[in-house]
């Protein structure tokens, strides 16, 4: 990011002597192409050298490892309607914020939202190895590039006119053995623009990864997180499971089902359960093979035609827990069943009972999602006169199939288990410890929710660099028009949708807009040292009519070894089509405080999973925000660069859906919020013997979505690099990259004040990233120390705290990675590696928002060794 004061000065003199021949390009950030690196704002650019050392086999690995950037989705979790898929945001905001380009062009969404309800584009769409450079646009961009761009953007750069063939392959595991990974690129290019006039640039890659599995770490294989301050989360409901009298005038608590093959023990609400601790796989299999091409014909001078297409499919492979019932009140009037009689005494006959026991009979349930993913860019490249321009066409898709087998349907399994309770002939009975197929095929049934997801754009632009001379400067100019289509055709399944699968949600939207722009960008030299960004963007869209945005941004360059640089602009974001349109059945993780005060529940204890109804609209209005920034870069000495960049975010009219923790914490204060809650009939005899008790166990919510408020964002992003002769033995460099947040607030409800937010686990303060590397010859090593800072032990601190562990705090958390570059033969480049170095151990919260480790299974699997092998043929 910094350091190209120095270049950016002498190519200007350069300049000034007359030169022509100094290549432009263009950067991400601004339409026109210029010499000067680094503009009136910041911009990091992560080359191919850079990604091979990082050890990162996929995209979001390696933009996890950058502390401006956070991860939302790194496509290991099923608990997620947008599981398979891996995501990226700047700023702390959703990804939907983020815009993502390839060679400087938009992607279709993926076909499932983060959420149900927050577009994105998919990471694992987009093979590393076939990366080029990565440049990181942190800061407001709506006017150059589009409403998607509020808190930046991420350009993914591919090779051109590369010639011969060079083939890769990244080999990586756990210390353990699992989690292995590996993957395999060949890159071939035929033809010079320049020689022959045209070039033909193909890339095939393939990449797997194996689960990641419980039984092989001992920090993980019990499933009991008490040794971390949490909870017991061994099973509970396999060989045999329990069962709970649910008549209301005893209030007693569960009894182990008879024949438990693991050990019987009270749980923390004091049933007596069956735990056993099955061997689980925490990651899913990841396979992806992926071919792209491009083609580029020179026609005549400077003008080209260019082919761009590409297909990429993933599949992620999920291992989930067994096929269970639902927690529904079994009648026992009248029933010949004879394990009813070997209950503890407190049990009789015709007393409602509540079954816990998975149909593991059936065994795992596995789920697979499918992406496909195609794109097709066609245009030209030339110049006009002294106008450099472009025009193209895209075409755009991804296609989901989330396909999981041995799901409940809850109307068939309900009544095969109250016939197996009555005793009658073809039941499932629970008391037995194995029932036959035919007792449980029945009510086991597959589902298959699909998506696709569709943009087709075009665009034309112009631009050049010298449109007139001001005060001896030239004035860049660009200008140009888009139009796009976007649409959604997300389809749940029947029987998920009308909410007849056991413990699944499920969500579906079908929409589509149109969006016509037209943008034009000045680049103005208002002194020999001032450079201004001048930029002013329209955005019509079919839906939610028009928006014009601005941005103001400046450079001053009062020597050559200093840059001072600020920006203003406005930014509209519309919608997403789920938004508009989705209908939604999710779970929430909440923390019932009325219930568990006179349970005596504390932390995790008290954590519930209610039912929540969302649901889009077309009322909703855009959000809009403004973006400032402000910033310094030296560059006193050759070897010594530093920038510092303060940035501030304000959103208004935020859209989300009401938080369900604020909605059951007012219950009883806020009007209408009772409303929202659906709970269980109450419990005489249970709220008897616990004083205080007078409310039913939650059971679902409705939480609509909304234009909630405000979202205000401050922070600090500091990058420091030093390199030194170490005698005639080598070169020390050094690199220090700091994203501190200064200010996170929200609004929680509509017309509300924005909250503190920040220093939870959602949102910590720091993130810190310490490089060192010593390098002689053709050989480098280094160390790369990744640091989170300490944060309050719970996920977001508005959140109502009930107990004092929720004060406690989480301590910061440093992982070491080394990596070592060398070059043995002319045409091989090596780099083997070590990601954590020092097998850190993972860190769990125990508050009753989170009950989970925070760390990202990057760092769960733990010490990760690999090699990277890249031979150039010829």
């Given at each position: 990011?910094?350091?190209?004061?120095?270049?950016?000065?002498?190519?200007?003199?350069?300049?000034?002597?007359?030169?022509?021949?100094?290549?432009?390009?263009?950067?991400?950030?601004?339409?026109?192409?210029?010499?000067?690196?680094?503009?009136?704002?910041?911009?990091?650019?992560?080359?191919?050298?850079?990604?091979?050392?990082?050890?990162?086999?996929?995209?979001?690995?390696?933009?996890?490892?950058?502390?401006?950037?956070?991860?939302?989705?790194?496509?290991?979790?099923?608990?997620?309607?947008?599981?398979?898929?891996?995501?990226?945001?700047?700023?702390?905001?959703?990804?939907?914020?983020?815009?993502?380009?390839?060679?400087?062009?938009?992607?279709?969404?993926?076909?499932?939202?983060?959420?149900?309800?927050?577009?994105?584009?998919?990471?694992?769409?987009?093979?590393?190895?076939?990366?080029?450079?990565?440049?990181?646009?942190?800061?407001?961009?709506?006017?150059?590039?589009?409403?998607?761009?509020?808190?930046?953007?991420?350009?993914?750069?591919?090779?051109?006119?590369?010639?011969?063939?060079?083939?890769?392959?990244?080999?990586?595991?756990?210390?353990?053995?699992?989690?292995?990974?590996?993957?395999?690129?060949?890159?071939?290019?035929?033809?010079?623009?320049?020689?022959?006039?045209?070039?033909?640039?193909?890339?095939?890659?393939?990449?797997r990864r194996n689960p990641l599995v419980s039984r092989k770490?001992?920090?993980?294989?019990?499933?009991?997180?008490?040794?971390?301050?949490?909870?017991?989360?061994?099973?509970?409901?396999?060989y045999m499971g329990w069962v709970r009298n649910q008549n209301?005038?005893?209030?007693?608590?569960?009894?182990?089902?008879?024949?438990?093959?693991?050990?019987?023990?009270?749980?923390?609400?004091?049933?007596?359960?069956?735990?056993?601790?099955?061997?689980?796989?925490?990651?899913?299999?990841?396979?992806?093979?992926?071919?792209?091409?491009?083609?580029?014909?020179?026609?005549?001078?400077?003008?080209?035609?260019?082919?761009?297409?590409?297909?990429?499919?993933?599949?992620?492979?999920?291992?989930?827990?067994?096929?269970?019932?639902?927690?529904?009140?079994?009648?026992?009037?009248?029933?010949?069943?004879?394990?009813?009689?070997?209950?503890?005494?407190?049990f009789a006959k015709g007393d409602p009972l509540q079954v816990?026991?998975?149909?593991?009979?059936?065994?795992?349930?596995?789920?697979?999602?499918?992406?496909?993913?195609?794109?097709?860019?066609?245009?030209?490249?030339?110049?006009?006169?002294?106008?450099?321009?472009?025009?193209?066409?895209?075409?755009?898709?991804?296609?989901?199939?989330?396909?999981?087998?041995?799901?409940?349907?809850?109307?068939?399994?309900?009544?095969?288990?109250?016939?197996?309770?009555?005793?009658?002939?073809?039941?499932?009975?629970?008391?037995?410890?194995?029932?036959?197929?035919?007792?449980?095929?029945?009510?086991?049934?597959?589902?298959?929710?699909?998506?696709?997801?569709?943009?087709?754009?075009?665009?034309?632009?112009?631009?050049?660099?010298?449109?007139?001379?001001?005060?001896?400067?030239?004035?860049?100019?660009?200008?140009?028009?888009?139009?796009?289509?976007?649409?959604?055709?997300?389809?749940?399944?029947?029987?998920?949708?009308?909410?007849?699968?056991?413990?699944?949600?499920?969500?579906?939207?079908?929409?589509?807009?149109?969006?016509?722009?037209?943008?034009?960008?000045?680049?103005?030299?208002?002194?020999?040292?001032?450079?201004?960004?001048?930029?002013?963007?329209?955005?019509?869209?079919?839906?939610?009519?028009?928006?014009?945005?601005?941005?103001?941004?400046?450079?001053?360059?009062?020597?050559?070894?200093?840059?001072?640089?600020?920006?203003?602009?406005?930014?509209?974001?519309?919608?997403?089509?789920?938004?508009?349109?989705?209908?939604?059945?999710?779970?929430?993780?909440?923390?019932?405080?009325?219930?568990?005060?006179?349970?005596?529940?504390?932390?995790?204890?008290?954590?519930?999973?209610?039912?929540?109804?969302?649901?889009?609209?077309?009322?909703?209005?855009?959000?809009?925000?403004?973006?400032?920034?402000?910033?310094?870069?030296?560059?006193?000495?050759?070897?010594?660069?530093?920038?510092?960049?303060?940035?501030?975010?304000?959103?208004?009219?935020?859209?989300?859906?009401?938080?369900?923790?604020?909605?059951?914490?007012?219950?009883?204060?806020?009007?209408?919020?009772?409303?929202?809650?659906?709970?269980?009939?109450?419990?005489?005899?249970?709220?008897?013997?616990?004083?205080?008790?007078?409310?039913?166990?939650?059971?679902?919510?409705?939480?609509?979505?909304?234009?909630?408020?405000?979202?205000?964002?401050?922070?600090?992003?500091?990058?420091?690099?030093?390199?030194?002769?170490?005698?005639?033995?080598?070169?020390?460099?050094?690199?220090?990259?700091?994203?501190?947040?200064?200010?996170?607030?929200?609004?929680?409800?509509?017309?509300?004040?924005?909250?503190?937010?920040?220093?939870?686990?959602?949102?910590?303060?720091?993130?810190?990233?310490?490089?060192?590397?010593?390098?002689?010859?053709?050989?480098?090593?280094?160390?790369?120390?990744?640091?989170?800072?300490?944060?309050?032990?719970?996920?977001?601190?508005?959140?109502?705290?009930?107990?004092?562990?929720?004060?406690?705090?989480?301590?910061?958390?440093?992982?070491?990675?080394?990596?070592?570059?060398?070059?043995?033969?002319?045409?091989?480049?090596?780099?083997?590696?070590?990601?954590?170095?020092?097998?850190?151990?993972?860190?769990?919260?125990?508050?009753?928002?989170?009950?989970?480790?925070?760390?990202?299974?990057?760092?769960?699997?733990?010490?990760?060794?690999?090699?990277?092998?890249?031979?150039?043929?010829?």
């Amino acid at each position: 990011m910094a350091g190209t004061i120095l270049m950016a000065s002498q190519a200007q003199a350069q300049k000034a002597e007359g030169a022509e021949n100094i290549q432009r390009v263009v950067v991400t950030g601004s339409n026109i192409s210029r010499i000067n690196m680094e503009g009136p704002t910041p911009v990091e650019v992560i080359k191919r050298a850079d990604i091979s050392k990082s050890g990162a086999t996929t995209v979001v690995e390696l933009l996890a490892k950058l502390p401006s950037v956070s991860v939302s989705l790194d496509g290991n979790s099923s608990s997620t309607f947008a599981s398979g898929a891996s995501s990226a945001a700047l700023r702390g905001l959703s990804s939907k914020y983020t815009l993502i380009l390839l060679n400087g062009r938009r992607l279709a969404n993926y076909g499932f939202a983060i959420g149900a309800q927050d577009s994105f584009v998919d990471l694992n769409s987009l093979p590393l190895s076939a990366i080029e450079s990565v440049e990181i646009l942190r800061d407001g961009a709506s006017a150059i590039y589009g409403s998607d761009a509020v808190a930046g953007v991420i350009n993914f750069k591919t090779r051109t006119n590369y010639q011969g063939i060079e083939g890769s392959v990244n080999l990586g595991a756990n210390e353990q053995g699992d989690a292995r990974s590996g993957n395999a690129t060949m890159t071939a290019g035929w033809g010079d623009l320049e020689k022959d006039g045209r070039n033909v640039l193909m890339t095939v890659d393939m990449y797997r990864r194996n689960p990641l599995v419980s039984r092989k770490h001992e920090n993980l294989s019990a499933h009991d997180y008490r040794q971390f301050g949490g909870t017991d989360n061994r099973t509970t409901t396999q060989y045999m499971g329990w069962v709970r009298n649910q008549n209301t005038k005893k209030a007693e608590k569960g009894y182990v089902i008879p024949g438990c093959l693991g050990t019987a023990e009270r749980n923390s609400s004091g049933d007596m359960v069956c735990f056993t601790n099955p061997s689980t796989d925490l990651s899913p299999t990841q396979e992806r093979a992926g071919i792209s091409t491009i083609f580029t014909q020179r026609l005549n001078g400077n003008d080209e035609l260019f082919l761009e297409a590409g297909y990429t499919e993933n599949s992620s492979s999920f291992v989930k827990g067994m096929p269970a019932f639902t927690n529904a009140n079994y009648s026992t009037v009248g029933s010949t069943n004879a394990g009813l009689a070997s209950l503890p005494s407190g049990f009789a006959k015709g007393d409602p009972l509540q079954v816990f026991r998975s149909v593991y009979e059936a065994g795992n349930r596995t789920s697979k999602v499918t992406s496909k993913t195609a794109r097709l860019v066609a245009g030209w490249r030339g110049t006009i006169g002294k106008w450099d321009s472009e025009g193209a066409i895209g075409l755009n898709q991804n296609k989901l199939s989330d396909v999981n087998d041995k799901q409940v349907l809850k109307d068939k399994s309900t009544l095969a288990l109250q016939a197996g309770l009555l005793g009658k002939v073809g039941g499932y009975d629970p008391f037995v410890l194995n029932n036959p197929a035919s007792a449980y095929l029945p009510f086991l049934t597959t589902t298959h929710h699909n998506s696709t997801s569709k943009l087709s754009s075009g665009e034309w632009k112009m631009s050049t660099p010298d449109l007139f001379t001001l005060n001896g400067e030239q004035v860049g100019f660009a200008w140009g028009v888009q139009g796009s289509h976007e649409s959604i055709d997300d389809v749940a399944d029947p029987e998920a949708a009308k909410g007849n699968i056991v413990n699944v949600g499920a969500t579906s939207s079908k929409a589509s807009r149109t969006v016509y722009s037209v943008y034009g960008e000045f680049n103005v030299p208002i002194v020999k040292q001032v450079e201004m960004q001048l930029a002013l963007r329209g955005d019509h869209y079919s839906d939610f009519g028009t928006s014009y945005n601005p941005k103001l941004a400046l450079a001053w360059r009062p020597s050559s070894t200093v840059l001072v640089r600020g920006s203003a602009t406005t930014s509209f974001k519309a919608p997403t089509l789920p938004q508009i349109a989705s209908t939604t059945t999710a779970f929430s993780t909440v923390a019932d405080w009325a219930r568990c005060g006179p349970l005596g529940y504390v932390g995790a204890n008290c954590s519930y999973s209610p039912t929540v109804y969302l649901a889009g609209s077309k009322d909703l209005k855009a959000e809009k925000a403004k973006n400032y920034s402000l910033g310094i870069v030296l560059q006193p000495m050759k070897n010594l660069s530093a920038s510092l960049d303060w940035y501030s975010v304000r959103q208004t009219d935020t859209i989300q859906s009401l938080d369900a923790q604020y909605v059951l914490d007012h219950e009883d204060s806020i009007p209408g919020f009772a409303g929202l809650i659906g709970r269980d009939p109450r419990n005489p005899g249970l709220e008897a013997a616990n004083p205080g008790l007078n409310k039913g166990r939650i059971k679902d919510m409705r939480l609509p979505y909304q234009n909630v408020g405000k979202t205000n964002i401050e922070g600090l992003d500091l990058d420091v690099k030093y390199s030194f002769k170490v005698g005639q033995y080598g070169t020390l460099k050094l690199r220090e990259t700091n994203s501190y947040s200064l200010k996170y607030e929200q609004s929680i409800t509509p017309g509300s004040a924005p909250t503190d937010r920040m220093d939870g686990t959602d949102h910590p303060k720091w993130s810190n990233t310490l490089r060192a590397a010593f390098e002689w010859a053709d050989k480098e090593v280094a160390l790369t120390a990744r640091t989170s800072a300490s944060t309050k032990n719970i996920d977001d601190p508005t959140k109502t705290q009930k107990e004092a562990i929720t004060n406690a705090r989480i301590g910061a958390y440093t992982v070491w990675d080394m990596n070592f570059t060398m070059k043995p033969i002319k045409d091989l480049d090596l780099n083997l590696g070590i990601n954590n170095l020092f097998d850190k151990g993972i860190v769990y919260s125990n508050s009753a928002y989170n009950n989970t480790y925070v760390n990202s299974l990057n760092y769960v699997v733990g010490r990760y060794i690999y090699l990277n092998a890249r031979y150039k043929f010829k």
